[in-house]
T-cell receptor, first 114, second 112 residues
Framework: AQSVAQPEDQVNVAEGNPLTVKCTYS??????LFWYVQYPNRGLQFLLK??????LVKGSYGFEAEFNKSQTSFHLKKPSALVSDSALYFC????????????FGSGTRLSIRP | NAGVTQTPKFQVLKTGQSMTLQCAQD?????MYWYRQDPGMGLRLIYY???????DKGEVPNGYNVSRLNKREFSLRLESAAPSQTSVYFC???????????FGPGTRLTVT
């Protein structure tokens, strides 16, 4: 069965510093991997995805994520955090060879202090 | 282009009452999904429809039914609401299962 874990409930970073939000996954085959962001009282918004190819993928708002097959990880990164990046972030995974459903992690709350 | 729309935005039910949550998308997407979001639990998939005419159970289907009415619309029905179904419900769609999902604004449901 596929699963995804976000080991940190909350990440606190000072504005201007780099940030990392961690995600690890488990699938039986090759994965499709996604990151989404949720602002208060809103639905989720797509940030970026890994399907195949280059292990470093770039997405919206200056975010990027690195796919590491050996560590089964897909960590979200940004070189310089903004206060406006404060939100809830979700990692999601789908097994390429499996059923259509996508499984979401429990979410990580990112807080950027001025 | 409205994207994914959901109605209603808020709803309060008494235990045992029934209701249907409506979802529509105008992006000509094939796949549609229903999730519930509870504090500390992230999003849990209730049902999904990979394409028009098909529906499948997700992680937490008990107490719910769905109908893929046509390519645009995917409704979620609670036949006999229970307090455990108090949650925020999100509908989403994607071009295909492998593609990114687009989410509606959510329905906040309270069952007393």
């Amino acid at each position: 069965a596929q699963s995804v874990a976000q080991p940190e409930d909350q990440v606190n970073v000072a504005e201007g510093n780099p940030l990392t939000v961690k995600c690890t996954y488990s699938v039986s085959g090759n994965p499709y991997l996604f990151w989404y962001v949720q602002y208060p009282n809103r639905g989720l918004q797509f940030l970026l995805k890994y399907i195949t190819g280059d292990n470093l993928v770039k997405g919206s708002y200056g975010f990027e994520a690195e796919f590491n097959k050996s560590q089964t990880s897909f960590h979200l990164k940004k070189p310089s955090a903004l206060v406006s990046d404060s939100a809830l972030y979700f990692c999601a995974v789908r097994d390429k060879g499996g059923a259509s459903k996508i499984i979401f992690g429990s979410g990580t709350r990112l807080s950027i202090r001025p | 282009n409205a994207g994914v729309t959901q109605t209603p935005k808020f709803q309060v039910l008494k235990t045992g009452q029934s209701m249907t949550l409506q979802c529509a998308q105008d992006m000509n997407h094939n796949s549609m999904y229903w999730y519930r979001q509870d504090p500390g639990m992230g999003l849990r998939l209730i049902y999904y429809s990979a394409s028009e005419g098909t529906t499948d159970k997700g992680e937490v289907p008990n107490g719910y039914n769905v109908s893929r009415l046509n390519k645009r619309e995917f409704s979620l029905r609670l036949e006999s609401a229970a307090p455990s179904q108090t949650s925020v419900y999100f509908c989403a769609s994607s071009e295909a299962p492998a593609y990114e999902q687009y989410f509606g604004p959510g329905t906040r449901l309270t069952v007393t």
